[in-house]
């Protein structure tokens, strides 16, 4: 694999629990419509907050593109079943030249307190380790985040350690907690 390649997306959607990675379609606007009212999510990424049907469909657009232009593997975490669209997870390679990628997800506010999110990092955890040069994924949350800590730590995530003024988010140097994954650890437990 040369500079800038990334593997291929899988030919097998990931599927842990109740929930299937799979890539976005236009028809996932309504969650997306759904997670762009949440107050925070607009702050860590591209989605608009209260975003308008066009705003949508271009961060659909967006989150297909991620893999095309080699950024990684933007996926719609949807139910097994009905194939509704619940949230959106990530898995970042900028840094697989090194063995690292970096995880990160969001639910729609509808779908949360449910253990979705942990299904769907599980099984983005596991598609990584397909990933022959992949050893390590790592996440970053905020302090306060007590929801998506107790969703790193049930996919089988350890706490490494505080990471201050890491991160802007919203205009403000923000605090990470650092967890992480390896591939040792997990294969073995």
């Known amino acids: 694999m040369g500079a800038g390649e990334i593997p291929p997306w899988p030919t097998n959607a990931p599927v842990y629990g109740s929930v299937r990675l799979r890539k976005f379609e236009d028809h996932d606007v309504s969650m997306a419509l759904d997670l762009a009212k949440d107050p925070y999510v607009p702050t860590i990424g591209t989605l608009p907050s209260h975003a308008t049907m066009d705003e949508v469909l271009d961060w659909v657009q967006r989150q297909r593109q991620r893999h095309v232009d080699g950024f990684g593997f933007s996926s719609a975490v949807a139910d097994l079943v009905t194939d509704r669209a619940l949230g959106g997870i990530g898995l970042w390679v900028a840094e697989l030249s090194e063995g690292r990628a970096t995880a990160g997800y969001s639910l729609a506010p509808r779908e949360r307190g449910k253990r979705i999110a942990a299904a769907a990092l599980t099984a983005l955890t596991e598609f990584a380790w397909t990933i ?58």
Request: hydrophobic share 40%.
């Open 132 to 189: 022959p040069q992949l050893y390590r994924v790592e996440l970053y949350i905020e302090p306060w985040n007590t929801a998506s800590i107790r969703v790193a730590e049930r996919a089988g995530y350890l706490r490494e350690g505080l990471l201050r003024s890491h991160q802007e988010i919203g205009g403000l140097r923000r605090d990470m907690l650092l967890y992480a994954a390896i591939r040792e650890s997990w294969e073995t437990s």
